[in-house]
T-cell receptor, first 117, second 114 residues
Framework: AQKITQTQPGMFVQEKEAVTLDCTYDTSDPSYGLFWYKQPSSGEMIFLIYQGSYDQQNATEGRYSLNFQKARKSANLVISASQLGDSAMYFCAMREGRSSNTGKLIFGQGTTLQVKP | EAGVVQSPRYKIIEKKQPVAFWCNPISGHNTLYWYRQNLGQGPELLIRYENEEAVDDSQLPKDRFSAERLKGVDSTLKIQPAELGDSAVYLC????????????FGPGTRLTVT
């Protein structure tokens, strides 16, 4: 069965430092997509970054990068130069199939990140 | 470009009462999703639409939940009657292609059942 695991309920980081949020996944499908979303206190889920299972390079989007280790089934999110506005809940999610008929996202439990000034 | 719109943002009802949530997806997005997010957890899919057709409703508690997307644009999710355990945030999302792109989420409706 598909599963996403985020083992860090809460993380602290000093402003301007980098932080890594862990995510491991489990699937038997060779084709899948991995996503990271940010959910601030306002509640909206904001898409951050996407990694396809066949992508050769790790995805990057501005200050966000995804450390994709396929053999270990991990997809950690790295945020560089943390800002106070990065304080939020972060969710890792997986969708099976590159163009899956389901389109359903399976989410992890989330990690709360707090950036200290 | 306007994002996914949901209303109401907050709703407080007594148990056994009915409640409805409304979602208007991003213009042109043919796929619409309803997720439920319990406190401290990630969202879980309730139902997914491709245009007017519900293509995945396996997680929808059909004894009390119903949904519709009559013209393939906006959608309504209803609970009747509500139970205490239905207290959660109900998120609507939409995407342009069938599984091809990321899903864009609305702000959610926070339901409290007393």
């Amino acid at each position: 069965a598909q599963k996403i695991t985020q083992t860090q309920p809460g993380m602290f980081v000093q402003e301007k430092e980098a932080v890594t949020l862990d995510c491991t996944y489990d699937t038997s499908d060779p084709s899948y997509g991995l996503f990271w979303y940010k959910q601030p206190s306002s509640g909206e889920m904001i898409f951050l970054i996407y990694q396809g299972s066949y992508d050769q390079q790790n995805a990057t989007e501005g200050r966000y990068s995804l450390n994709f280790q396929k053999a270990r089934k991990s997809a950690n999110l790295v945020i560089s130069a943390s800002q106070l506005g990065d304080s939020a809940m972060y969710f890792c999610a997986m969708r099976e199939g590159r163009s899956s008929n389901t389109g359903k996202l399976i989410f992890g439990q989330g990690t709360t990140l707090q950036v200290k000034p | 470009e306007a994002g996914v719109v949901q209303s109401p943002r907050y709703k407080i009802i007594e148990k056994k009462q009915p409640v409805a949530f409304w979602c208007n997806p991003i213009s042109g997005h043919n796929t619409l999703y309803w997720y439920r997010q319990n406190l401290g957890q990630g969202p879980e899919l309730l139902i997914r639409y491709e245009n007017e057709e519900a293509v995945d409703d396996s997680q929808l508690p059909k004894d009390r939940f119903s949904a519709e997307r009559l013209k393939g644009v906006d959608s309504t999710l209803k609970i009747q009657p509500a139970e205490l355990g239905d207290s959660a945030v109900y998120l609507c999302a939409s995407s342009l292609l069938r599984g091809g792109t990321e899903q864009y989420f609305g702000p959610g409706t926070r339901l409290t059942v007393t």
